[in-house]
């Protein structure tokens, strides 16, 4: 197998700036324009070819994209303007697995300096073990995609299903949320016994975690004694939950497993009548309504009485129907979830090991 050589980063690709593209010269096309945080607008000319790996150098620092079109980078950006004979997707994972923190100016908003990056020592292969590595990962990266996209086509199907059934064509009367099923807030155990956040079995969601999907995992876990103690209280699986507080407002997620949640959560309990899938989209759909109905001085927020008072379909026999349509979107879509993150967390745990060199691949 071929030795790992040792370089300065600026000795294998050339990092440079981005460039400016005031709004005022931006058309509408199909160059994906690239930041610190990755593609915010679409332009009708690109200033580089592809392929393309881009890093924040200002704001999110450390943040690396890649792109097989071509596309413009912006001032808040660096990009690898020379692989120097290096893959591409090599060097894309290279700096994915970087350190880039370690130069920042630390100021009110960090920012780093290419030339200061430049001089970083790094260990790579040659090229065709370079591209063999980058293969591995990939396959990984275009698996995860795969599931994400499968999924966002589920969730649209159901979704227009729910707009055909119960907006369009809709029948009956409504009557309010709060009437048609139980709702809950939570609580936070006490901070004061650190006991009851050690060793804990039980989930215990924050409105920060409400990402529009299955809830998988959380931040923190509680204790039986926690959820006791507290107003925190146990919901089941499937339970849908709304962010009632600040910068979260209208936010929304789905247990995959029983859990807790603290007090700036709403926790819409299904039941026989109005099942999870129906719930789901229902608040899905009604994300904007949540958002504006919001008020309050010092920060957005709604509350659980608002929410009940959300006007709700009473088409009973039609929404059990639209259950059993949907269900196995819903499911296929859990089952994807919990394949990406195993394929996330194989990547994550390969990526370093390759990149150094810990784990080699096998050459023909």
């Known amino acids: 197998m071929s030795e790992w050589k040792e370089y300065k980063l600026g ?54 994209f890649f ?14 303007q020379d692989f120097r ?43 065709k073990e370079q591209i063999k590595i980058a293969s591995i ?5 275009d698996k995860i995609g795969l599931l994400h996209l499968q999924n966002k086509t589920l969730e649209q199907l159901a979704e227009t299903l ?11 009367d409504t009557i309010k949320l709060g009437a048609a099923i139980k709702t809950t807030s939570g609580g936070t155990p006490s901070r004061a016994k650190m006991e009851y956040y050690t060793n804990g079995t039980i989930k215990w969601v924050k409105s920060k975690e409400l990402q529009g ?15 006791k103690n ?12 709304i962010a009632m507080y600040g910068a979260t407002v209208g936010e929304f997620g789905i247990l995959a497993e029983p859990a807790t949640c603290n007090q700036a959560v709403c926790a819409l309990i299904p039941n026989e009548h109005y099942p999870y899938t129906f719930l789901f989209i229902f608040t899905k759909l009604n994300k904007t309504n949540l958002i504006n109905m919001s008020g309050g001085s010092a920060q957005q927020n709604i509350s659980q009485e608002l929410i009940r008072e959300l006007e709700f379909p009473t088409a009973k026999k039609r929404i059990k129907e639209y259950h059993a349509e949907v269900e196995p979107m819903f499911k296929k879509i859990k089952s994807n979830i919990i394949q ?25």
């Open 137 to 141: 990962l990939s396959s990984l990266d």
């Open 67 to 80: 792109t097989k079109e071509d596309y413009w980078p912006l001032n808040t950006t660096l990009y690898v």
């Open 85 to 127: 004979g290096n893959d591409p997707s090599f060097i894309y994972y290279l700096l994915t697995n970087f350190d880039f923190g370690k130069y920042s100016d630390k100021s009110a908003v960090p920012g780093i300096n290419r030339n200061d990056v430049h001089e970083e020592i790094v260990i790579v292969p040659e090229v």
């Open 213 to 227: 999907s299955f809830i998988l995992s959380t931040e923190e876990m509680v204790t039986d004694e926690a959820v």
């Open 230 to 241: 507290s107003s925190a209280k146990l919901v089941p699986a499937n339970t849908t939950l």
């Open 162 to 172: 729910f707009r055909q059934w119960f907006v369009e064509e809709a029948e009956g």
């Open 340 to 364: 990406i993150r195993t394929l996330t967390q194989l990547r994550d745990n390969l990526l370093p090991k390759l990149m150094s060199g810990e784990v080699r691949v096998k050459m023909n």
């Open 11 to 64: 000795e294998i690709i050339n990092l440079k700036r981005g460039y400016d593209l005031p709004n005022a010269e931006r058309k509408q096309g199909s160059i994906p324009i690239i930041s610190s945080s990755g593609i915010t607008d679409y332009h009708n000319a690109a200033m580089k070819k592809a392929p393309g790996v881009i890093t924040g150098r200002y704001g999110t620092i450390g943040q690396v």
